[in-house]
Every structure is written in C-alpha cells, then in structure tokens.
C-alpha cells in the first residue's frame, strides 16, 4: 500500500489483519483481527438503530443470520483488511408468503457510462464514494423478526430476537 511507506509500518499493519478466512463463528473467535471486523459490522448496527431486542411473537419464525468471512485483497493480492458481514438466511422464504416484491438498487452500467461522458464534456468535477452501511440506510414497512448473532447473544435477553 502506498500509505505504508516503511517495512516497519508493513510489519504493523500485518499485525492487524488475518490472512486466514475462517469457515464458521468460533473459528473467528479465536482470531482477534476477526473479532474486531465482527465487532466493526455490528457496531454499524447499533450506530444506526437497526435493531432492538424484543420477545418473539408466537405467529413468527424469526429469521437465522449468518456470518460471513472475506479478505479484501489489494492488486498484489496482499490482504488489507477483514470483512464480517452479516447478512440474513433469506432463501427460506417464499414470494407472495413471506414478502411481495423484492428489490435491490443498482446502476446499470450504461447509465454509468453515459452520466461519466456527459460530465467529461461539460467539465464537471464528479466526485465517487461507497457507503458501507448502504442497506443499513433504508426503512422497511414490516416488522422483521431475526435470531440474536452468533457469538454475540445477549446474557440478559438470551430468549429474544
């Protein structure tokens, strides 16, 4: 990495990230870096309000969560840092049953292409970014019921979701 200017620095930085992918939670357990992304991923959750702990309906089956693990590499296929997200087991569920439409916004390509050339012809200064909770940001119409994360259940309120 270009911010990485010494070997003293490389060795520091390696220090904080894990190479290793771990398969299931209590291998990443075991691994602080791991720890620390899984603690990251959750503290996006609770900065946001994304959830609050309550008792299960009778009527619903709350949903299971899922941690997974990836490296994020750079070009030279170093590892730069741990990803943890965790993300709901939703294949269990039937359209028109348990939701009406699903929906994820994504820019085609075309529509990048076409807004990066008329800005290169007027000149206009365009400026990127990534939101990394972006999915975090929007509100749902329903209730969704889902199981406490592995590995981070609440002592007091182990029983809710």
């Known amino acids: 990495r270009d911010q990485l200017r010494s070997n003293g620095d490389m060795c520091m930085y390696a220090l904080t990230v894990s190479t290793i992918e771990p398969k299931n939670v209590k291998e990443a357990m075991t691994d602080p870096a791991w720890i620390e992304s899984m603690q990251e991923e959750l ?3 609770k900065r946001l309000d994304v ?18 693990f990836k490296n ?21 569920q039937e359209e028109g049953i348990d939701f009406k439409e699903s929906f994820a916004l994504v820019a085609r390509v075309e529509a990048i292409r076409i807004f990066l050339a008329y800005a ?10 990534d939101v990394k909770t972006a999915f975090l940001h929007g509100s749902l119409k329903e209730d969704v019921y889902v199981c ?4 981070f259940i609440d002592a007091d309120h182990p029983s809710h979701v």
Not at 72 to 87: F, G, H, T, Y
Not at 120 to 127: D, E, I, N, P
Not at 148 to 151: A, S, T
Request: net charge positive; hydrophobic share 45%; proline share 5%.
């Open 148 to 151: 406490q994360r592995e590995g």
């Open 51 to 68: 959830w609050v702990l309550v008792l299960a309906p009778d009527n619903i089956l709350p949903f299971t969560l899922k941690w997974l």
């Open 120 to 129: 290169a012809h007027k000149s206009f200064l365009v400026f990127q970014m």
């Open 43 to 45: 503290f996006q959750f």
């Open 72 to 92: 994020k590499n750079d070009k030279e296929q170093s590892v730069i840092r741990n990803k943890s997200p965790l993300v709901v087991r939703g294949y269990c």
